[in-house]
């Protein structure tokens, strides 16, 4: 009798762990394959002069936008964290970007033109943008703004170049 007792109690055993063992599998190949998007980083502007804060996030693929755009809308919202100002001011939108021979074409909406207490000098604004892109991007070797539709950064190369 004692010996028909062990035998369901290893069976019990059996049964249990190969569930556990089963539910361990799926979790894990579920974790491996949907995975949490991909790394990039955000760099943004401290609220204290001359500063910069880094910020990490994990970006979903998303069907509707390439990487380079959805990341940069994700920019254009700002810093989840405290104590940063936005790069451009608010409202700001991503109106087309492709990416060409190495050369990002990215039109903005002209509510980047609006100044506000809360964000950069367009000038420190654009480098930034372009800084952030790079970092996260290899295939960009070279950006081309334009504001609503129109060339936004000669002006910007002129008075880069004269430093």
């Known amino acids: 009798m004692k010996s028909q007792i062990d035998t369901k109690e290893k069976k019990s055993f ?11 599998l799926i979790s894990l190949f579920v974790l491996i394959f949907s995975g949490q998007g991909k790394k990039y ?3 943004f502007p401290s609220v204290d002069k001359g500063e910069y804060v880094v910020e990490t996030r994990f970006l979903p693929e998303n069907s509707q936008k390439d990487e380079i755009t959805f990341y940069i809308d994700e920019l254009l919202l700002g810093s989840s964290l405290e104590r ?3 790069i451009f001011s608010q409202g700001t939108t991503t109106r087309s970007c492709f990416l060409r021979d190495g050369i990002l074409y990215l039109d903005l909406s002209a509510e980047l033109l609006k100044s506000s207490s809360n964000t950069i000098l367009i000038s420190e604004a654009f480098e930034l943008l372009e800084k952030n ?3 996260n991007f290899n295939s960009v070797k070279e950006l081309e703004i334009f504001v609503d539709g129109k060339y936004a950064l000669e002006n910007f190369k002129k008075n880069k170049s004269l430093k």
């Open 14 to 24: 059996l049964i249990i762990f190969s569930a556990i063992f089963v539910c361990f």
């Open 41 to 43: 980083s955000f760099i």
């Open 84 to 86: 940063t100002k936005m």
């Open 133 to 135: 892109i790079k970092v």
